[in-house]
Every structure is written in structure tokens, then in C-alpha cells.
């Protein structure tokens, strides 16, 4: 499924709307990880795909913070953190290559959340504190703390880092 751009900007309720749904029909009810994978692993795509081209079309400059790149980033780092989770279902976690990606997936997920500290952010973040105790139980907590303070700049600066691994 195509995520539409409307006025050169991304439709983030469409967006949202399709994540929530894999999210729910196959992660919480069906636990189909690999449709998940799937499914959310190409709107990650088209996420990184249209934050490189703006970036790049604006002469190598992040956007300004916005209501729009706000909830941008939130779902960014929401997406990036259920790629990980369906990753993790479908990888060896023995392999430490692998496992390594999904931690720095968590953690990235972390950094990109913007107003991390915000009420509303608790129990996800609480859910990817847990995710990545599960794979990675010698992480420090305090690790995931420091990630919390990120300013807007810097979580754009923080997704911008994954979106060049993706080209």
C-alpha cells in the first residue's frame, strides 16, 4: 500500500491508520510476524524514502519543528520500534549481528520520539524498555533514560542517521 503525498507532504493520518491496523490484526491478535514485517517494513520504506527526498530537496536542511514534523517523528519512532519487534520475531537472535540491529532499532525508536517525556509516551515506552530487556538484558536502563531528552532537532537528527542506512 502507497502512502499518498498531498501538497508535498506526507498523509500521516493514512500512515498511521495502516500502522495501527497491521499493528493490531497481526502483532497483538494474530501474531502473524511475517505479514507484520512486511507490512510495516514498507511503510518504514516509504517513511525514510520521502524524509530523504525532503531533505534532499531542501538543499541537505531538516525541517523546522511543526505540528506536522511532530507527528512525523512520533510515528517514525513508533514504526521504527514495531519493525524492530516484528524483525526480532523472524531473525536468530542468537547471531549478534542480528541482534545488534534490532537493539539499535530500539534504540533509535527512543530517540526519535519527540516529547518523549509527555504522559502519553509512557506505556510505549515502557513496551520498548521491556522489547529490548528481553534481547538485550546487559543494556543499562540508564541508557534508555539519556535517549529521552531529545529536543526536535534532535530526533530529526536521529531518524536522518537511520534514513541514510536505508539508502
Known sequence: MNIQVTNKMLNLASLQSKMDETVFDYVDTTKNWQKAYSILDDLLHQMVNFFNQYVEKNAG???????????????????????????????????????????????????????????????FLQELTVSLQEIAPEEDRATMNVSLGCTMKECMESFYSLCKTYE
Not at 542480528?98 to 509512557?122: D, F, G, R, W
Open 61 to 123: 536542511e531538516l525541517p523546522k519543528s511543526n505540528p506536522y514534523w511532530v507527528l512525523f517523528m512520533d510515528i517514525a519512532s513508533r514504526l521504527v520500534y514495531f519493525n524492530g519487534l516484528t524483525h526480532a520475531q523472524l531473525i536468530d537472535l542468537q547471531d549478534e549481528g542480528a541482534k545488534n540491529h534490532i537493539v539499535n532499532l530500539y534504540k533509535k525508536s527512543a530517540t526519535c520520539l519527540p516529547n518523549a517525556k509527555l504522559e502519553q509516551n509512557e506505556q
